[in-house]
């Protein structure tokens, strides 16, 4: 019914290689959990009250907390990095900001010393607020198994709520961004009911970028999160604004568009309607914002 | 149950310890080592009552096992004073009343502390992002931005 | 006496807990360290809003290794209340919330506890329920107490039996229908409220032992243990001498550790398990669902002017949502009911105020007591009807509020308050009538007033005792009942006690925690009565030490006490200029000349003070000669903007004035101030979700939000006017409360003037705002 005083009981281990990993999940399987940051899973823990057999934490896995930046190919982020850590490396700040703008919107300074952006992806949260930028970045994720490591597209991985494509026996060993095209600038906007700290009730990523091939000039990525079961593009609409020189009537078509592709359910911490009209919203914003960035750039 | 054997520098002095792995660094505190200082608000991460320093980073204590945090070291609001004397950050809270019921202090204290040493002088705007996982139901929280500007015009904390 | 240049009234002191708080010394209920033979507990909660419990099997989960206890409702007949005694410790036969304990589990670990619970199997049998208080109190609800004419009950207090209605305070005064045909405009409508919480940084945590002497001890995070300990007693037939309420500081009160909610749990649990301690603390989970709310309220209100503004009528109902049990909601809805006009003078009145059980948590005191439920609609309807009238507002508040002797609702003078001048500096503050630009082009900005009043809801003989006593080295020690819950109690006592012994104020110690076996009494902390109440007791108390000492030393000097003062720890004499130093004498008394013998000895002041005017008001019209002690008031005005791309709002500017009689601490009042201000507003956010099965939603600081570090208006202009009370000490009143009563109407009302848009109820959610944004300005279409 209601959540438990402190966590249920189980058996914290720590895994020193990727072989612990598969070992423990083939040989005990469902009475496996992984651990990164915990500050979601801690929570779903005491929420639910369910005895775990095995914690299993991942944090100290070789390689798991770096991050490596590459002029060329992009950057690679380690699942266990926290979101401050993340934030504030200087690689990220300068190429890839929008992650940065990101995280930093996240719960508070204590959660993310330790939430990581491995976290984050695997708990599949439709209302996730790394998710949109990464998905506008393009990002892959590193997917660690038995039989070797793949690499999966961002927008692939998430399929539904709570859900994602690992499958048995794999973890997520860090995500790879390749570089956002030349001169691209990146909003994510956040609404949330208080003005920081909060979920996002609707969150919107807009990356733009020079684009001469297109009779607009230039070219918008779009994420949107809490609006479906995953968080998502809009390919539709991102085609729309590549097509016409752009105005503040196209953006707010371009917005109306994207309120038309969103999917949201009333529930505790909002209207659907409302919902709806923040994607509308928050989606203008973003694109006016971007595109006033690059004109002055 | 696995009981693990542990060991956590807390404000400066090593302590060796037996730890169920279920038990938070927050229950290990109050209930194994009498650290009362450090309070229970929600055990979910979102009001900062629990908060202490890890290596010096601000953490929710309830949302962190202890068995995870071995050789590291914590830092409580009890290892804030030295010798009996306040940090000025301390003494700013007392002088500014920026204490009513005190539940939420010692959070704020730590968060506080560490925000003024890896930013001594922060803006009300660095203070409210820092402080937004603090919450407090009695002061309305201005007095302790002001305290902790105070502070920071005081050179700051140890 | 006179009050020297240095005197502590009026100065802004530093507090007596602070260091303790911020060294992480201050001891909490939570923190008490028990030793090993500690057990924890945890309730079973009903699943139900409403239903007949059929069975209740505990084998099972008693087998579970660990478990030392299981009790139920079953062997306890007996219910608690405070002014209406309708609740059971646990559910016995009928479960009336989603969260209503009914069983209680008492193990050697709180995980043993925490299995055992899920172990406990109930059969219940499923009845209909009722949430809304209108719908409540219509003859065809479900019937939710069906021996309400069976509870005993205070004589203030009138049930209907045989309804759900607990309490209905009348007010009948003049001719309410033959005034309408006077009035040249009369406004109407209906105002909504859910109910809310508390929300106290401290969860709710009791510890009890009971020992096989039959003596039993109970620490508990309380307000009030007198109050406690009388409730727990009466109920289970025990007497007060066998039971010991030992309350520490507390970490947040806000009137929901008033009274009696889940500590009586836990002196059954111990009773259960003689002579080991027992203990429950409640999660924050818990702390949302389980514990008292602020009363969810429906008012219908009319109300009408002639044609020169000035008030001729009001009809009004207040339907209060008082929650399973009203034992304490039922003296709400009576102190909104005798209050039920607002600070404004009405000729013609006819209300009636209604504490309706529905089936929702217990409702009961918080912050304001009924005076922020009902100031919801009527400071909204107010500006309403100024604005028909074609008045300003704050010149309307100004024409029809309440002054010093003016009859009021209730038929008694008014008490000396001067709620003008706090109009006219919020106004000032806020500088109304000066338009101001918004801080963006996508913003809209309005200001808005609201003036309050409230008088402590209290029974007509509540009583405030202590005593003064001294250590060798002529420290002080106050001993009190009285709770220090953040507000700074501690502070004030240690102030008035230095300030009526002439010593300093630094060597005054406060005794904490409270102890029922120790501390004088004190009828409960609430109703921002302790600068007041206590604060007279400790006066007394103090002046008494203080004649005992000058008597003593008047003796051995042979000279008359009025030609003796103290004077930072000396006896002075005008006369002679002699000298006598306080420590020591204070316990050892004075030798006499050549030690032919001693005089004085071991110095014990005592003081109390109970008001002894408080009358009964007629049951049918609500008149009487006096309703209340006093009356303070205060004016807030509101600056904020709205933003029209979200809805959502933000308060940039609050100007909060109050009459406190006599600021005793200045500083302090402003933290009142302060803290107020922004309760205030977060409670205009603010809401229990339930959805229909009565299970509340949002259980966790994620989806019931309060305001945070950076929801803060950008300044609150806080100041205060002092109109001294005749029976304060120094003339002073309280104003804990009051600083939060009219924020949410005040910011309702800045954002009718920002949009144009009239919000009658709570909360005032962003996604509400912004759907009527776009209705009115015909947007997105």
Redesign the interface.
């Known amino acids: 019914m209601l959540?438990r005083?402190?966590?249920?009981?189980?058996?914290?281990m720590k895994a020193e290689s990727a072989q612990d990993v598969f070992r423990l999940l083939k040989e005990r399987g469902d009475e496996v959990k992984l651990l990164m940051g915990?500050?979601d899973l801690?929570?779903q823990m005491?929420d639910r009250n369910e005895s775990v057999g095995i914690?299993l934490?991942l944090?100290h896995l070789p390689g798991i907390k770096d991050i490596s930046y590459d002029k060329k190919k992009g950057i690679n982020i380690g699942a266990a990095v926290t979101l401050?850590q993340l934030s504030a490396h200087p690689d990220v700040k300068d190429h890839f900001q929008i992650l940065s703008q990101s995280a930093?919107t996240i719960?508070?300074?204590?959660?993310r010393?330790?939430a990581t952006l491995g976290g984050n992806i695997c708990n599949a949260s439709p209302s996730a607020d790394m998710a949109p930028a990464a998905l506008v970045l393009e990002g892959e994720v590193f997917l660690s198994g038995p039989d070797g490591e793949r690499m999966m597209a961002l927008d692939q991985f998430w399929e539904g709520p709570g859900k994602t494509a690992l499958k048995e026996y794999e973890f997520l060993a860090a995500v790879h961004f390749p570089n956002p095209p030349s001169g691209a600038v990146g909003r994510y906007l956040k609404l949330g009911r208080s003005k920081?700290?909060d979920l996002a009730i609707v969150g919107v990523a807009v990356l733009g970028y020079p684009d001469s091939e297109v009779p607009a000039g230039i070219r918008f990525r779009i994420g949107i999160n809490s609006t479906a079961p995953t968080v998502y593009r809009v390919p539709q609409v991102e085609e729309f604004l590549a097509q016409a020189p752009l105005s503040d009537d196209i953006l707010r078509q371009a917005a109306g568009e994207a309120m038309k592709v969103s999917a949201p359910i009333e529930d505790v911490r909002a209207t659907a309607l409302y919902q709806k009209k923040m994607v509308n919203n928050l989606t203008f914003k973003g694109l006016k914002e971007v595109w006033n960035q690059l004109v002055i750039s | 149950?696995?009981i693990?054997t542990i060991s956590l520098i807390i404000n400066g002095t090593e302590e060796q310890l037996q730890v169920?792995?279920?038990?938070?660094l927050l229950?290990v505190l109050?209930d194994k080592l009498?650290?009362?200082?450090?309070?229970?608000?929600?055990?979910?991460?979102?009001?900062?009552?629990c908060?202490v320093l890890?290596d010096g980073?601000?953490?929710?204590s309830?949302?962190?096992?202890a068995?995870?945090l071995n050789g590291r070291e914590i830092t409580?609001?009890?290892g804030?004073?030295e010798d009996g004397k306040?940090t000025p950050l301390?003494q700013a809270?007392?002088?500014l009343?920026a204490?009513?019921?005190?539940?939420?202090?010692?959070g704020m204290?730590m968060?506080a502390t560490a925000l003024l040493r890896r930013n001594p002088h922060p803006s009300e705007t660095d203070?409210?992002?820092?402080?937004?996982?603090?919450?407090?139901?009695?002061?309305?929280?201005?007095?302790?931005?002001d305290a902790i500007l105070k502070a920071s015009r005081n050179g700051g904390t140890r | 006496m006179k009050n020297s240049e240095s005197s502590l009234i009026g100065q802004s002191v530093?507090?007596t807990?602070?260091?303790?708080?911020?060294?992480?010394?201050?001891?909490?209920v939570?923190?008490i360290?028990f030793g090993p033979n500690l057990l924890h507990s945890r309730l079973v909660r009903s699943p139900h809003p409403h239903a007949l419990i059929i069975s209740i099997d505990t084998k099972e989960a008693e087998q579970l290794p660990g478990v030392r206890a299981i009790v139920t409702g079953k062997d306890l007949s007996a219910r608690l209340g405070l002014y209406l005694i309708d609740r059971p410790i646990f559910a016995e036969k009928r479960v009336r919330y989603f969260g209503e304990p009914v069983a209680g589990v008492v193990a050697t670990t709180e995980d043993i506890a925490v299995e055992a619970v899920k172990l406990v199997k109930i059969e219940y049998e499923v009845l209909p329920a009722v949430y809304d208080p209108v719908e409540s109190a219509q003859p065809d609800a479900p019937l939710l107490h069906p021996d309400l004419g069976s509870y005993a009950v205070a004589n203030f207090i009138f049930p209907e039996p045989g309804t759900n209605i607990s309490e209905h305070f009348k007010i009948r005064k003049g001719d309410v229908e033959a005034s309408w045909s006077d009035c040249e405009a009369i406004a109407e409508e209906q105002f909504r409220l859910p109910p809310i919480e508390h929300?106290?940084?401290?969860?709710h945590t009791s510890i009890a032992l009971s020992e096989k002497s039959g003596q039993i001890t109970l620490w508990a995070s309380s307000q009030s243990p007198f109050a406690m300990r009388d409730m727990i007693a009466q109920c289970l037939g025990i007497s007060h001498s066998k039971l010991r309420v030992i309350a520490p500081?507390?970490?947040?009160?806000?009137g929901g550790k008033a009274g009696v909610t889940m500590e009586a749990c836990a002196v059954v649990m111990a009773q259960a398990v003689e002579g080991r301690p027992v203990k429950l603390r409640l999660?924050?989970e818990e702390e949302f669902v389980g514990t008292s709310v602020r009363q969810s309220l429906v008012s219908d209100i009319k109300v009408g002017c002639d044609k020169n503004g000035t008030l001729l009528g009001m009809e009004l109902t207040y339907y209060f949502g008082g929650g399973a049990y009203n034992d304490y909601g039922v003296n709400i809805a009576r102190a909104a009911g005798y209050s039920c006009t607002g600070p404004y003078n009405v000729p013609n009145v006819k209300a009636d105020s209604l504490c309706v059980y529905t089936n929702h948590p217990v409702g009961s005191a918080m912050r304001g007591f009924g005076m922020p439920e009902i100031h919801w609609g009527l400071e909204q309807i107010m500006d309403q009807l100024a604005e028909q009238i074609g008045m300003d507002p704050v010149e309307f508040r100004l024409k029809n509020c309440v002054r010093t002797d003016d009859e009021i609702v209730s038929g008694m003078k008014m008490t000396p308050i001067d709620l003008e001048t706090c109009i006219e500096k919020v106004s000032k503050a806020i500088r109304w009538g000066k338009v101001e630009k918004p801080t963006a082009p996508n913003k809209k900005r309005g200001k808005g007033i609201a003036i309050m009043w409230k008088a402590p809801a209290m029974p007509p003989n509540p009583g405030s005792s202590a005593v003064v006593i001294f250590n060798e080295d002529a420290t002080v020690n106050v001993e009190i009942g009285g709770q220090e819950?953040?507000?700074?109690a501690f502070t004030v006592a240690a102030q008035i006690a230095a300030e009526m012994l002439g010593v300093s104020y630094e060597s005054v110690t406060v005794s904490y925690p409270l102890d029922t076996k120790y501390s004088p009494y004190e009828w409960q902390t609430v109703a921002s009565r302790l600068t007041w109440s206590m604060g007279n007791a400790v006066k007394a108390a103090a002046g008494d030490a203080r004649t005992q000492i000058l008597e003593t030393v008047a003796d051995h000097w042979d000279e008359e006490i009025d030609d003796l003062t103290i004077k930072d720890g000396l006896v002075i004499s005008f006369k002679s200029e002699r000298e006598q130093p306080l420590d020591k004498m204070v316990i050892y008394g004075l030798p006499n000349e050549d030690f032919e013998g001693w005089k004085g000895g071991p110095v014990v002041g005592r003081g109390h003070f109970m008001p002894t005017y408080v009358t009964n008001l007629d049951p049918e019209t609500g008149q009487g000669t006096r309703a209340v002690v006093h009356y303070t008031v205060g004016a807030q005005a509101v600056d904020l903007e709205v933003d029209m791309e979200t809805g959502q709002l933000e308060v940039l500017n609050i100007a909060s004035v109050y009459d406190v009689g006599r600021a005793i601490n200045p500083?302090?009042i402003m933290?009142q101030i302060?803290?107020?201000?922004?309760?205030g507003m977060s409670s205009a956010f603010e809401e229990l979700k339930f959805n229909e099965s009565g299970e509340v939603l949002n259980s966790?600081?994620?989806d019931y939000r309060?305001?945070?570090?950076?929801d803060?208006p950008r300044k609150?202009h806080g100041d205060y006017v002092e109109t001294p009370v005749d029976d304060g000490p120094w003339g002073a009143r309280g104003v804990g409360e009051h600083v939060m009563v009219q924020t949410a109407p005040a910011i309702a009302n800045a954002l009718y003037d920002a949009v144009g848009i009239r919000f009658p109820d709570l909360p005032l959610s962003a996604d509400k705002i912004f759907l009527a944004l776009e209705e009115k300005f015909n947007r997105g279409k």
Do not use: W
């Not at chain 2, 229970?40 to 900062?48: L, M, P, S, T, V």
């Not at chain 2, 980073?57 to 929710?60: A, D, I, K, Q, R």
């Not at chain 2, 309830?62 to 096992?65: E, I, K, Q």
């Open positions: 959540a005083p402190g966590l249920p009981d189980f058996d914290y915990g500050t801690f929570v005491r914690l934490d944090k401050n930093d719960g508070n300074y204590q959660v010393n330790r920081m700290g | 149950m696995v693990h169920p792995s279920n038990m938070t229950h109050r009498g650290f009362t200082g450090t309070k229970n608000g929600c055990e979910a991460g979102e009001c900062g009552a908060t890890v980073e601000p953490m929710n309830c949302l962190v096992l068995v995870e409580t609001v009890e804030l004073a306040l301390q809270f007392v002088d009343n204490v009513q019921c005190g539940y939420c202090t010692p204290l968060s203070i409210q992002e820092a402080l937004i996982g603090n919450l407090c139901r009695c002061t309305g929280y201005q007095r302790i931005i | 530093r507090r807990d602070a260091i303790d708080k911020v060294t992480g010394c201050a001891v909490f939570d923190d360290p929300v106290p940084l401290e969860t500081l507390v970490g947040g009160g806000f999660t924050r819950l953040g507000q700074g500083d302090l933290t302060e803290g107020g201000a922004v309760h966790s600081f994620v309060i305001a945070t570090m950076a803060i609150i």
